[in-house]
């Protein structure tokens, strides 16, 4: 019998056992045999056998699948460690690279590489920070700044980085209000309206503000050091404006910027923009620090040199003897800031005629830069090529040659070929040997200056009109009338605009100009030219220039009169 069949019989005879004993008159009535007991009871045992032995199954599967439980558990646990370890890794490797990418971009702004920075900056679009906001601004920020360098280009550039930081932080009213601005200064540049510094006050706060002033106060100092005035010169009016809104005019920092930027103009040839600029700044500084503090010399010394350049003698040579004197008091007669005070009093002597007052200067702060910095300095070389202007001046052109070739090669090895120093010794060479009738070298030099000074300078500059009038010069000398009519009248009309109708230089390309019309029959012309001419100059030279005494004798000798 099997196990079931067994079972089934027990189970029936237990069945039958309880219902007898329960009333054994109902047994015929349910149709059961009565059991033996033993078979009741050995069917019992077998039923509890088997409940046992199932029960002690099910036990072991159900501790099996504990067992198993466990396992998985712990598994489950290691594998959970695992993938908090791996988040963990790959937080890390995001905070790294995340500041590595914002440390590029920092680099890549540094270096105005704002395309390079962009790129960086939308690495980020899937994993936006508050420094990735403020990254965009940042870019945004400094890439208007540079406006008046680069245009409109810098206005759209920005543009793009603040529309960056809106598509990171799109509910910012801030960045709304930024957007709508350098929106408005791309139209008005697009209507040829510039946009003023005074609109990126309203666009910038104030600690950003002075960020950029001080960082276009840097980039306006290196330009001055590589002689580019004209980019210079807009990055310090910038400087100015911002240095006035944010400090007031009397701030020590405004009043550097401002003589910086007299500097500026002074070396381009804009002289009364120059002395519109310094002459305020001198007499604030007088006021608060006194005459004889150096920061007044300073400025002393630049408004000074730029009267030499007006022809305003008088009050230049006022200004830097007394300047001189007080330096001389102060740091000592081997000061380099004193020399170079003596140095500009000897260079207006040589410009007023004095060449006596002038030569005793220029030997003493020869033998000083000498001793004190090598024959190689710069300051040094600029002392010989003062000599060499000296003897210039006095039509001494063999003396003049030695100091102009000293100082042009040492300017050549020190300095390098692109730096406009060299071409001034260059043009005074070639000016040299127009006049000691050296013309071919001559020729060679000053179109070789002419060349590198546009090219350095630009074509509005008083140095590359200096040039073009040495060569028209040489030109007229050698008959080439059509060559020399050209150079003269682009460098007399250049210096008209730069430096005024009634200076001097301006005059003396306008007589000039005159004299070669004369030569080549436009006696009418020249006659124009020539009238009131005399008059003129006397509005700013004295009659013993040599200007003045140039015109006297031509005007004696014409047999046409003006």
């Not at 890549?108 to 790129?119: G, H, K, M, T």
């Not at 003493?364 to 060499?388: A, E, M, W, Y």
Request: net charge negative; proline share 4%.
């Amino acid at each position: 019998m099997d196990n079931l069949g067994f079972l089934n019989d027990a189970a029936d005879g237990l069945i039958l056992v309880l219902k007898n004993f329960k009333s054994a008159e109902l047994l015929p009535q349910i149709g059961y045999a009565v059991l033996p007991p033993s078979l009741v009871i050995a069917g019992l045992v077998k039923y509890r056998d088997l409940c046992r032995r199932g029960f002690r199954n099910a036990i072991d599967k159900l501790d099996e699948a504990q067992n198993k439980s466990d396992e998985l558990s712990k598994l489950l646990k290691e594998k959970k460690d695992q993938i908090t370890d791996l988040e963990l890794q790959v937080q890390t490797l995001t905070k790294q690279t995340s500041e590595a990418l914002l440390l590029r971009i920092k680099q890549e702004e540094a270096d105005n590489n704002f395309d390079v920075a962009l790129f960086h900056c939308r690495a980020f679009i899937d994993h936006i920070t508050p420094a990735v906001v403020e990254a965009f601004i940042r870019l945004a920020k400094k890439r208007a700044s540079q406006w008046q360098e680069d245009g409109e280009s810098a206005l759209r550039d920005s543009l793009t980085f603040i529309r960056g930081a809106l598509a990171c932080d799109p509910s910012s009213p801030r960045l709304d209000l930024q957007q709508a601005k350098l929106t408005n200064f791309i139209n008005r540049l697009e209507s040829g309206i510039e946009p003023e510094t005074s609109d990126f006050i309203n666009f910038l706060g104030r600690e950003d503000l002075e960020k950029l002033a001080d960082d276009l106060n840097a980039r306006a100092k290196v330009r001055f050091e590589t002689k580019e005035h004209d980019i210079g010169t807009v990055l310090q009016e910038q400087v100015v404006e911002l240095y006035l809104h944010l400090f007031g005019p009397e701030d020590p920092r405004t009043l550097s910027a401002r003589n910086n930027l007299g500097n500026f103009y002074c070396r381009q040839g804009r002289y009364n923009d120059a002395e519109l600029v310094l002459a305020p700044v001198l007499e604030i500084r007088k006021r608060l620090r006194g005459n004889d503090h150096p920061e007044t010399l300073s400025v002393s010394h630049s408004l000074g040199s730029t009267f030499i350049h007006q022809y305003r003698f008088d009050e230049a040579e006022a200004l830097l003897s007394q300047t001189l004197e007080m330096r001389n008091q102060i740091l000592g007669e081997s000061h380099p800031l004193t020399l170079s005070t003596t140095n500009s009093l000897a260079y207006l002597y040589n410009m007023n005629g004095k060449h006596s007052k002038a030569e005793p200067l220029m030997s003493k702060v020869l033998d000083q830069r000498r001793r004190i910095l090598g024959d190689d300095h710069p300051d040094t070389l600029t002392s010989f090529c003062n000599f060499g202007f000296y003897y210039n001046e006095q039509q001494r052109h063999e003396e003049a040659e030695p100091f102009i070739l000293k100082a042009m090669n040492g300017r050549i090895s020190t300095l390098g070929t692109e730096h406009p120093d060299v071409y001034t010794s260059i043009n005074n060479l070639g000016y040299a040997y127009s006049q000691m009738q050296r013309y071919e070298e001559a020729e060679s030099l000053l179109v070789k200056a002419l060349q590198a000074r546009r090219r350095l300078l630009g074509n509005e500059h008083p140095d590359t009109y200096d040039s073009m009038f040495n060569l028209g010069m040489l030109n007229q000398t050698l008959q080439r009338y059509k060559e020399a009519k050209s150079l003269i009248t682009e460098a007399f009309n250049g210096r008209e605009r730069l430096l005024g109708e009634n200076h001097p230089e301006t005059l003396h390309a306008k007589f000039s100009l005159a004299t070669l019309l004369a030569r080549t029959g436009e006696s009418q012309s020249s006659q124009q030219l020539l009238f009131g001419l005399r008059e003129a100059f006397l509005q700013t030279v004295t009659p013993s220039h040599k200007h003045v005494l140039m015109l006297d004798k031509y005007l004696k000798n014409s047999t046409t009169k003006p």
